[in-house]
């Protein structure tokens, strides 16, 4: 099975570790970058690439914990897979409650491994594919003009053409007019399908305003 595209960021103190991991990683076709503290993969990291976070817990200066609650504020944050020598049940409860996609234990089984890291990637290439739809379906909804937009609101909230040309004072023609432009924009075809992008609307709305309102409160503090 060919290595699913995307960078494994091994963040790890022992270079042993790091370069074992390297070997056996690059020997299945995967790209692999070396880290040898958690500062020194936060200055080189950018986040334009797929892929995910091999993290060490506990490391000199900030510890893997402390750096996966750090990237857990960016939502271009890269999955994390933690391995390490000295975990504990408390331990992996937190960090797969924050979203780590395993908890390995040293000596780290290989198909473990590979099963983890295959598996973090994926999720990365999901979310990287769903934040593309999320910006075509914005761009799509900016392009309306205001008439379009109303309309729009009100299909989806189930009026009917009649009931729509009431509130805007126009007549069923002009309303279906504006709803043919409005799917010919959005390219769909069905009410169905127009219902399910204003969901996705409304979920990324809220997502993003809700992470304002976090980033605000933490300025605050």
Request: glycine share 6%; hydrophobic share 45%.
């Amino acid at each position: 099975m060919a290595a699913p595209s995307g960078v494994i960021h091994v963040v790890d103190d022992d270079s042993s570790v790091r370069d074992a991991l390297h070997r056996l990683l690059s020997a299945l076709g995967f790209e692999v970058r070396l880290y040898a503290s958690a500062g020194d993969y936060l200055l080189a990291w950018s986040g334009d690439s797929p892929g995910c976070l091999l993290l060490d817990v506990r490391m000199p200066g900030p510890s893997g914990l402390d750096l996966q609650l750090a990237l857990m504020r960016r939502p271009d944050a890269l999955p994390v897979v933690f391995i390490t020598g000295f975990g504990n049940i408390p331990m992996s409860v937190l960090a797969i409650r924050r979203g780590a996609v395993d908890f390995l234990t040293k000596p780290i089984d290989r198909d473990a491994l590979i099963s983890a890291v295959t598996t973090a990637i994926e999720r990365d290439a999901n979310r990287r594919e769903s934040e593309l739809m999320k910006q075509h379906i914005r761009r799509n909804f900016s392009s309306l003009t205001p008439r379009e937009r109303s309309v729009f609101e009100q299909v989806v909230a189930g009026r009917l053409n009649k009931q729509i040309a009431a509130s805007l004072s126009t007549c069923e023609r002009t309303v279906k007019a504006h709803r043919a432009h409005v799917m010919e924009k959005f390219n769909v075809h069905s009410v169905a399908q127009l219902v399910h992008l204003a969901v996705q609307l409304e979920l990324d709305t809220a997502s993003r305003s809700e992470s304002s309102a976090v980033g605000e409160e933490k300025t605050a503090a």
